[in-house]
């Protein structure tokens, strides 16, 4: 089966019948509405790239949480930009000030470090660099917060992406153990293994392009983010 770049796109963990649950980050369980208040943060995935418009707006992954939650909540607040790539660092500091002022009850940052490891010309040592550089924008956020691990991006190669954008296989690894090791070190990270939903997306699921999912595959995956969530977060407002 050809690997599928979807499931970079949303912080959805493995389901129970697919492996075992997420972490579990003791924010969560203090969480008294897990839902009510959500902010998404991060690039062009999240920011719905490709997905059309409705009401004279882009529909990005808010739009699709605000369909699929079913609790009573907030308005779901985008602070995506499909710009990030062009300069992570400061795009990734300006979203974080916003999602620190909007004081979130769940930051989902699905796509965050993508762009901070990924791009032409990099080395390994600059690679890492970067990535911390990603994650120190993410420590004072408030918890709890859903972030994806980086899966192998091959579909995409030589169609939206050059091959040299992409960390070789052992970089790539040696980077999600660092973000796992991060993540494990907070109480608020609920860190989701997105490597191992490459295979498991349905047709139809990703553009032409081979790196952003179609509406139909990201509300597909935003209906099992609930049943993720509700695993690493079990607090009331979250089923």
């Not at 796109?9 to 008294?32: D, K, T, Y």
């Not at 499909?82 to 989902?108: E, H």
Request: glycine share 8%; charged share 20%.
């Amino acid at each position: 089966m050809q690997m599928r770049f979807l499931l970079w796109l949303l912080v959805v963990g493995a389901l129970p019948a697919w492996g075992a649950a997420p972490p579990r980050s003791s924010s969560c369980a203090r969480a008294s509405a897990t839902l009510s208040r959500v902010a998404v943060m991060g690039a062009s995935v999240s920011a719905g790239f490709g997905w059309g418009r409705q009401e004279g707006r882009g529909r990005t992954l808010a739009d699709l949480l605000d369909d699929t939650v079913a609790t009573e909540h907030a308005p779901v607040r985008n602070f995506a930009s499909l710009w990030f790539f062009k300069n992570p660092r400061s795009a990734g500091q300006r979203q974080v000030d916003q999602v620190l002022t909007y004081a979130p009850t769940l930051t989902v940052a699905v796509d965050f470090l993508f762009w901070f490891v990924h791009g032409a010309q990099l080395d390994e040592a600059q690679r890492l660099a970067r990535l911390e550089q990603g994650l120190a924008l993410l420590e004072p956020l408030p918890g709890p917060i859903l972030l994806g691990e980086l899966p192998a991006m091959t579909t995409a190669v030589g169609k939206a992406l050059e091959p040299g954008m992409l960390p070789s296989p052992e970089t790539l690894a040696r980077l999600n153990r660092r973000i796992s090791e991060w993540a494990r070190s907070r109480d608020n990270v609920v860190l989701l293994p997105l490597g191992t939903w490459l295979v498991r997306s349905p047709d139809g699921s990703l553009q032409a392009d081979g790196l952003h999912p179609t509406r139909e595959g990201a509300k597909w995956i935003a209906a099992r983010m609930m049943d993720s969530l509700f695993e690493a977060c079990p607090a009331p407002g979250v089923h």
